[in-house]
């Protein structure tokens, strides 16, 4: 089991950047995929970012592709996801999650482990 505590949310002005955090307790970090996920008021949640066990393997959501960054450090135990070039339209709750699995994977049903969120607010 592992249990998932991310950091880093705030308010930002829009062409901004912001780097989330989501830091790891558990065994056996390095055996798990990772993602970010993102909810909006009064919408699903949706994928935003999923990287593999080494991190050699990343994919993004086509509304975030060349903005925002999924990276992880096995010896630290934590995941980050920089966020460049912040639109309204970013704002959201953010959740990291874990898999126990080592691939990627992009729907949230397919994640057994959930943080409690950071909120984004990217004003305009």
């Known amino acids: 089991q592992v249990q998932l505590v991310e950091s880093g949310g705030g308010l930002v002005q829009a062409g901004g950047s912001l780097r989330l955090s989501c830091a790891a307790s558990g065994r056996s970090f390095s055996s798990y995929a990772m993602g970010w996920f993102r909810q909006a008021p009064g919408k699903e949640r949706e994928f935003v970012a999923t990287i593999n066990w080494s991190g050699d393997i990343r994919y993004y959501a086509d509304s975030v592709k060349g903005r925002f960054t999924i990276s992880r450090d096995n010896a630290k135990n934590t995941v980050h996801l920089q966020m460049n070039s912040l639109k309204p339209e970013d704002t959201a709750v953010y959740y990291c999650?874990?898999?126990?699995?080592?691939?990627?994977?992009?729907?949230?049903?397919?994640?057994?482990?959930w943080g409690q969120g950071t909120q984004v607010t990217v004003s305009s």
């Open positions: 999650a874990a898999r126990g699995g080592r691939s990627t994977a992009r729907t949230s049903y397919e994640y057994a482990y």
